[in-house]
Nanobody, 117 residues
Framework: QVNLVESGGGLAQAGGSLRLSCTPS????????MAWYRQAPGKERDWVAV???????NYADSVKGRFTISSDRLETTVHLQMENLKPEDTAVYYC???????????WGQGTQVTVSS
């Protein structure tokens, strides 16, 4: 069974930066896609960014130009570098993996990001 280990959340001031990481653990062959979502209190879970195996990336308009999603050389861990943070970026951030070959979807447990004004 694959689990996702997320790290890097915390508290930042507006204009600051944070870096989130997501690493699959357990038996797996790697990912086809890794994506970040976020959910603010009382709101729906929204898609933030996606990393496709091979390096193609895409971003929600709300974070374009401020967030960067990337992976290590072996494509085992995905990072979300968040710059110029805004209070509206405050949310629980979730990592979502689509497994290679089987297409199973796995969610992480979520990590809190809080941006103070």
């Amino acid at each position: 069974q694959v689990n996702l280990v997320e790290s890097g959340g915390g508290l930042a001031q507006a204009g600051g930066s944070l870096r989130l990481s997501c690493t699959p653990s357990g038996r797996n062959f790697g990912f086809d896609t890794m994506a970040w979502y976020r959910q603010a209190p009382g709101k729906e879970r929204d898609w933030v960014a996606v990393y496709n195996r091979g390096g193609r990336t895409n971003y929600a308009d709300s974070v374009k130009g401020r967030f960067t999603i990337s992976s290590d050389r072996l494509e085992t861990t995905v990072h979300l570098q968040m710059e110029n943070l805004k209070p509206e970026d405050t949310a629980v951030y979730y990592c979502k993996m689509t497994t290679l070959y089987y297409g199973d979807v796995v969610w992480g447990q979520g990590t809190q990001v809080t941006v103070s004004s």
